[in-house]
Every structure is written in C-alpha cells, then in structure tokens.
C-alpha cells in the first residue's frame, strides 16, 4: 500500500498541480493501491507520518511515499514510529533539494514515480539527530548552527524568496542573504568534544554542521565524503577566518574544494557535544526553530528504510 503525502505548496504552490497531472493519473493508469493526504501547516506532515507509521504493522508493505522539500523530508522522519516496518519514498519538489542531489534522483516527477513503483527492496539509510536544552530532533541531511542555521532563518521569512522561486531562482536569495550574514556574522567560540575525545577550541566560529549527506543549503557541497550509509555522521566547522577569506571560501564549496582553506575543517564520527559562548540559530535540514548554545550530536539508533 502506497501512502501518499503532498506538500500542496512546494515548489511555489505547484505540487498540487503536479499531484493532480502527473502522479495522480499514473496511479490511476497502473491500478496501483494508494491513499493520499495533503498538507496544510507546519507539523502536519509530521503528525500523518506517525498516524500511518503506528499503523504499519498492521500490513505487509507499507510505504511512505512523499511529494516536497528538504523540509517534508524532515517532517516526515520526526514521525516515524516504526522504523522496521516503515519505508519511506521521496518525490523532490522543492526548491532547494539537498536530499535529492546527493541521491541523484531524477528531476521527472514521473521518472521519480516510475522508479518508486519498479524498485525490489528498500536501502537501509542512516538519520542523525541533534539533542539540545530545548528537546530532540532528527535530521535526513544535515544539521548546523551559526551562519547556515542564521541563513535559513532569514530566507524562511525572505519575502524575495517566494517571488524568485516562481520563476526558478529561488537559490539566489540564498546567496543574498549569506553575504549578508557573513559581513554581519557575531562574535563566537565554540568547545567540541567528539566520542573519541579529541577536543576542538573554535575561536570566531562561522558555523558548524554536522551531516549525513553531502549537500546542505542548496548545493554548497560542505561534506564531500559524507555517506548516507556508514553509520558515521561528518562534521564541518569554518572558525578563525576573515570576511574576505570566508568571501574567497565560500564559492569553492559548490564543488567540495573548501577545506584547502586553513580554518576549514571536516571529521567524521560518531557523537559530538558542543558549547557556544552564546546561543546561535539551530537548523535541521533547513528548518529553523529556535537558537541554542549546548548541543549534542548522534545517529538515530536505527536505520531508515528508503526506496532509492
């Protein structure tokens, strides 16, 4: 059974138009077994998952299947509650799509839809999660605080946003509101301690991120090696460098170059707990909640069952 969840907003309100042209009808055409749902606020997503993932022992396949962003790929893995007996599909709709690019899913829809139906057996894929004084929360892509949580915050509410995603250009507000977040970027240190002891002291701490996927923020490619399936999460943190040296950085990291810049730094590992001199925004994969100064970084003890 196919459970379907649209985010009807995505993609500047074109997913439901896509729900509606092109998956509905091929559902229809393949006489597949299929319910859907459609989100209308934040949490709802979040609130369906759990409703059907409660629900999924009670049959013999039951699969996820999402139509949205970053964002409804975080929602949805909030909800889970049965990750043996749950799977999860995804259909990129967004307009920034971190998740998709490192999976190298098809920009189709119909392609997307066609490769959902015809696959034999899910991936095991790993989930990290970022414990702060404020609760828990998982991510699927990555979760940062600093310059990229401060980034996200801004462009939640950036009014040019919504008006360049309508005609395709939705990542140059991005650009716009890093620059500016860079030159305006408080004063910070940063204490990280990783599970095998080594410490970090960060002086002028930019950001930290930690990763499961190698994407975050519309395509800077921060954590080359990060793999989905290793059971490690990677961990990026950009301290210590001027405004015309993050200037000179930051466009490298579209293509994974970043860390030849001395202040750069990329590990791997299993937990990591951190301390900011103060507190800074918290993202995870890209949505923003509140600001946070103690957290503590992990993998999900089990694995999400994805149909790639």
């Not at 991120?209 to 989905?228: I, S």
Request: charged share 25%; net charge positive; with cysteine.
């Amino acid at each position: 059974m196919y459970h379907f969840i649209v985010n009807p907003v995505s993609r500047s309100g074109k997913g439901l138009k896509l729900w509606q042209q092109q998956i509905e009808p091929e559902l229809k055409t393949q006489n597949i077994e299929y319910s859907v749902e459609f989100s209308k606020e934040r949490g709802d997503v979040t609130n369906i998952v759990a409703k059907i993932s409660s629900a999924a022992k009670n049959e013999s396949n039951c699969i996820i299947l999402i139509l949205g962003g970053d964002g409804t790929v975080n929602d949805a893995v909030q909800g889970i509650k049965d990750f043996e007996n749950t799977t999860l599909a995804y259909i990129p709709t967004g307009s920034s799509n971190d998740f998709a690019r490192d999976l190298k899913l098809p920009k189709s829809v119909k392609k997307n839809l066609r490769r959902i139906l015809s696959a034999k057996a899910p991936v095991l894929m790993d989930v990290g999660q970022v414990e702060t004084e404020r609760g828990t929360r998982r991510f699927a892509v990555s979760s940062g605080l600093g310059f990229d949580g401060a980034v996200c915050q801004k462009s939640v509410h950036s009014i040019l946003k919504k008006r360049l995603n309508k005609i395709g250009l939705g990542k140059l507000t991005y650009l716009g509101i890093a620059l500016n977040q860079i030159i305006n970027a408080p004063k910070v240190d940063a204490e990280i301690t990783f599970a095998d002891g080594k410490k970090i002291n960060a002086k002028n701490l930019l950001f930290f991120a930690a990763m499961v996927h190698k994407y975050e923020g519309g395509g800077f490619k921060f954590c080359p090696k990060a793999d989905a399936y290793d059971g490690e999460l990677d961990f990026i943190c950009a301290a210590n460098k001027t405004v015309p040296g993050i200037l000179l950085a930051l466009p490298t990291a579209f293509f994974g170059f970043h860390s030849i810049f001395k202040g750069i730094d990329i590990y791997r590992f299993k937990t990591a707990e951190i301390k900011t001199s103060i507190p800074l925004w918290l993202h995870t994969d890209g949505e923003v909640g509140y600001k946070a100064q103690y957290l503590n970084f992990s993998q999900v003890d089990e694995k999400l069952k994805f149909i790639l």
